[in-house]
């Protein structure tokens, strides 16, 4: 019991700490692609402290103030279902479907403040969020459900555990496929940043926060990039398990794996936005109900053709 207490409070800090690291590399590879020097890695932990450290917030009424508390509390509660290498915090029956909703929560959260401010840049960039949402959630809903036929359950434990002899990936391809291309979109990178394009509309969402409420912003968006990155992992890469004998020591292990595959996704993610131009809102709603659905459909139906067979 009590060794479960530390993990719940030692996994928040930690997914934070290297959320913000893994941000900060980010930007020195972007800007290695582009020949510049770019910031020191640890940028991102001095931007977050500076905010932090300010004494006052620009808020606009308390819907405003309760966008970046929906956005951290929605990305701490989903993480608390993604199982980590060897670590699982929380776990049930249908937990996949539960990871699913909680998704959402937090940008429709941070949707419901950034609206409150009235300012229009941030109208027009919740509009964008909520329409690239709906572009990217109908390929990635399939690929998910793909797995959840071929492995028979919907518990995201029972299927890292049945991954201990193949990959999904392996097994299905096209699904990871369309998963991946959906990943893109979630953690906010090129072709799919629309919502917070600056040269357009001045990060949108955020363009009203500052000090405090912009660091919870920052640091949920660390936590949350860990979330998204751990649950395609968990199902297409059998939950970064490389040993499967009980022990501490083993757990570990494939929670360092687990951490280094995140951050082999989060940078393949990186180099595609460093390389790749933004495309037009109804450009990438029209391109995700398009190809990728029509992918990760047949990905469904081989699901379903080797599960009955």
């Known amino acids: ?62 819907v405003f103030d309760i966008g970046p508390i929906f956005a951290i509390v929605g990305m701490l509660t989903t993480m608390l279902f993604i199982p980590m290498g060897g670590f699982r915090l929380l776990s049930m029956d249908g937990d996949l479907i539960v990871v699913m909703y909680l998704l959402v929560i937090s940008g429709l959260g941070m949707a419901l403040g950034a609206g409150a401010s009235g300012n229009p840049n941030a109208g027009i960039g919740v509009m964008r969020g909520l329409t690239l949402m709906m572009a990217y959630e109908m390929p990635f809903v399939i690929s998910v459900l793909a797995v959840m036929v071929y492995y028979h359950t919907t518990s995201l434990a029972e299927i890292v555990g049945m991954q201990s002899g193949m990959w999904a990936l392996i097994i299905l391809p096209l699904s990871a496929l369309v998963a991946d291309m ?43 990039m860990f979330v998204e990155a751990g649950l395609f992992i968990d199902i297409f ?52 109900w398009k190809w990728p659905t029509i992918i990760a459909i047949i990905g469904l139906a081989y699901a379903l053709g080797v599960s009955v067979w």
């Open 1 to 62: 019991m009590i060794a479960e207490i530390l993990v719940l409070i030692f996994m928040p800090v930690f997914v934070s700490f290297m959320g913000l690291l893994f941000m900060g590399i980010q930007r020195k590879i972007t800007a290695r692609v582009q020949n510049r020097i770019g910031p020191p890695f640890y940028q991102q932990f001095i931007d977050v402290m500076k905010l932090f450290s300010k004494r006052e917030n620009i808020g606009h009424n308390w």
């Open 182 to 224: 959906a990943l893109q979109a979630q953690f906010g990178k090129k072709p799919f940043d629309q919502p917070i394009a600056p040269a357009e509309v001045a990060t949108g969402p955020i363009v009203e926060y500052g000090g405090k409420y912009l660091g919870m912003l920052m640091v949920a968006h660390s936590i949350g």
């Open 237 to 288: 890469l059998g939950g970064g398990l490389l040993f499967h004998q009980p022990g501490i020591i083993w757990q570990v292990f494939n929670f360092l794996f687990w951490v280094l595959l995140v951050f082999a996704l989060y940078t393949l993610a990186v180099l595609v936005n460093a390389i790749m131009p933004r495309y037009r809102i109804d450009q990438a709603f029209v391109f995700y």
